[in-house]
């Protein structure tokens, strides 16, 4: 039979291990499959920083995982320049278009549960006259602006609430206020940021849910762990709690995710909940063009989100799947559904179940079930059999060594996510009933 040749481009400019590991488990472990009666080669290739004709930028790959490229100029456009002639699996338009705040405005119009949340100019505008380019910026300060009483937007808001900014990013410049004092100092302090500021959730439970196409993950997170990079432990003595959340929770959870990343057309993406004691599930950080994936961070998740996004690229490439030319394509469909749910009186579960609907449809979900089940039929054996290689070994000691620069601590660490991953594969051995 002859064989086609399908080859996924992959970058990532910070995440040493999670790029590697997709690399090394996509040759270990599906080099090659068959659809349709067809035989495909499968074959990965890094996408590196490159001059490119502009007229004619062109790739050979039928899909890519162009992590980071928001943030890059010049790698950014010749992405959106392959756009659709490849798959991307971090949407150039969508992710550059919409932030933090058009995500909370949006969702809550179709209903989803967002805290109430207000947004606030900066309050510093003193770094736009500075430089050479102070008369350009000055031109953007709007003169119009209007005074405003931050104490009624803190009454409006409600206390506890948290400042934080609106663009933000890894919990930079947020702070907890409890009145109007502390809400005028932290506001003060926030120089040259616009603000939002968000009632605060009182939580029982805090779940960061990664979504990769259909595939949806729900991981505890220990806001309060010292380090971010043990936010995804349960606690100093645990690494994990498989029944974290109620199975009522996990459906709501892996809905909201599926329907956000859906709604937006982000093949990658997280989400952050907080779970009230009555059982409400806000949302309050789901805009991630770049979500964590780091192997200190996730620990005993890791596998299982290389194994998502290797599967998805991999069904992407083989079955020729595209963005959209419009990544708004779904919204008349929520919108929709919402007219028709309020005029019938719709409770909020059949919002969730009606949006799935359109997820699902968009994510293609039964197709790649099934692609999963016979093209990929093996694929979790050899997954596992390579997270409990030598090979998989050298990559986390190579991580460690990269992510714990005081080399005295290395061993330690190592150790403890040596441990880890070993529990990771003795649960997935009696998973697959090895
Ligand atoms: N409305 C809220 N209720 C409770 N905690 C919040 C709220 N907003 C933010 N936080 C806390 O602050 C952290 C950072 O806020 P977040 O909106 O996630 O911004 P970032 O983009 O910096 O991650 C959250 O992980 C959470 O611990
Ligand atoms: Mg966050």
């Known amino acids: 039979m002859e064989k086609e040749r399908k080859v996924i481009g992959v970058m990532d400019p910070n995440y040493y291990a999670f790029l590697v590991t997709l690399e090394r488990l996509i040759a270990h472990a599906c080099p090659s499959t068959v659809y349709n009666g067809k035989e495909y080669e499968i074959a990965t290739k890094r996408m590196k920083c490159h001059p490119y004709d502009v007229l004619n930028a062109w790739t050979e790959t039928s899909v890519i995982m162009n992590r980071g490229a928001h ?65 350009l910026q000055k031109d953007l300060i709007f003169e119009d602006h209007e005074f405003f009483d931050l104490e009624k937007i803190g009454e409006a808001v409600g206390y506890p609430a948290f400042l934080k900014p609106q663009d933000g990013g890894g919990w930079i410049g947020v702070t907890k206020v409890n009145n109007f004092e502390e809400l005028q100092k932290a506001y003060d302090e926030s120089e040259d940021k616009p603000m939002n500021l968000q009632k605060a ?23 309060s762990a010292k380090y971010s990079h043990d936010r995804y432990l349960r606690n100093e003595h645990q690494a994990v709690d498989f029944n974290f959340l109620s199975p009522e929770e996990s459906v709501e959870i892996r809905q909201l995710t599926k329907i956000i990343n859906a709604f937006y057309g982000w093949d990658h993406n997280s989400c952050e909940s907080l779970i009230t004691d009555d ?64 005029k019938e009186g719709w409770d909020y579960n059949k919002f969730l179940d009606e949006y799935e609907k359109i997820a699902d ?51 330690a660490k190592y150790a403890h996510y040596r441990g880890i991953m070993d529990f990771w594969v003795h649960c997935e051995k009696e998973r697959l009933g090895k």
């Not at 990769?212 to 505890?220: K, L």
């Open 361 to 411: 449809e968009y994510w293609h979900t039964d197709e790649f079930e099934k692609f999963c089940s016979k093209s990929l039929a093996d694929f979790d054996e050899k997954a596992l059999e390579f997270f409990a290689s030598e090979e998989f070994d050298s990559i986390l000691q190579e991580d460690v060594k990269r992510f714990f620069r005081i080399e005295s601590e290395r061993p």
């Open 71 to 135: 943030w890059n100029r010049h790698r950014g456009s010749f992405f959106e320049i392959l756009c659709p002639k490849t798959h991307l699996i971090y949407n150039m338009f969508s992710f550059k278009a919409i932030d933090k705040n058009a995500g909370y405005g949006m969702m809550n119009n179709i209903g989803l549960k967002v805290p109430p949340t207000w947004a606030i100019p900066q309050k510093d505008y003193s770094k736009m006259f500075e430089g050479s380019k102070s008369n």
């Open 279 to 342: 059982g409400d599930i806000f949302i309050i950080d789901y805009i991630n063009a770049y979500p964590d994936s780091s192997l200190t961070s996730l620990h005993f998740y890791f596998p299982g989100l290389v194994k998502a996004m290797a599967k998805w690229l991999i069904y992407c490439a083989v079955v020729g799947r595209r963005n959209g030319y419009n990544f708004m394509d779904n919204w008349p469909k929520f919108y929709a559904v919402r007219e028709k749910g309020l």
């Open 201 to 223: 959730v009182d939580y029982r439970e805090f779940c960061r849910s990664v979504g990769v196409g259909p595939q949806i993950m729900p991981m505890h997170y220990n806001a």
